[in-house]
């Protein structure tokens, strides 16, 4: 599916630009925040409504479960694409699951995070995809 809006949350600034590249390059129009407040604050105030969120474990720490919580809230058919390079906590992954969202382990390519996004976007993801 091109064209989709995804909103994508990342604390480290040369990933979130590299991933906002990629995913403009596949057609798609990004919405980038640092965090979850800054995540929310888009969809409150400036009336984002992606069909998917990209969200960092690492870079939301403990917020995590509770933005994927409150994104869930907000857009209730949201699609979460949950990335990590370590562990993923046990009552996020609950969440995630309970979300029908996926995850995707860190280090990935440009090429994997496109494919991912679109097996998410289509529903032809498995719940783990790296």
Do not use: T, Y
Request: proline share 6%.
């Amino acid at each position: 599916m091109d064209g989709a809006q995804i909103l994508v949350v990342d604390d480290e600034p040369q990933l979130l630009r590299l991933m906002a590249r990629v995913l403009e390059r596949d057609g798609h129009m990004v919405h980038v925040a640092p965090g979850a407040a800054e995540a929310l604050q888009l969809l409150d105030e400036a009336q984002v409504r992606p069909a998917l969120a990209v969200l960092d474990q690492n870079g939301l720490g403990a917020a995590a479960e509770d933005l994927l919580r409150a994104l869930r809230a907000r857009l209730p058919d949201l699609h979460i694409l949950l990335m990590s390079g370590g562990e993923v906590d046990p009552s996020l992954a609950a969440a995630l699951r309970a979300a029908g969202g996926r995850f995707l382990r860190k280090p990935f390519s440009p090429r994997q995070l496109s494919h991912a996004v679109s097996q998410v976007l289509s529903g032809d993801a498995d719940p783990a995809l790296a």
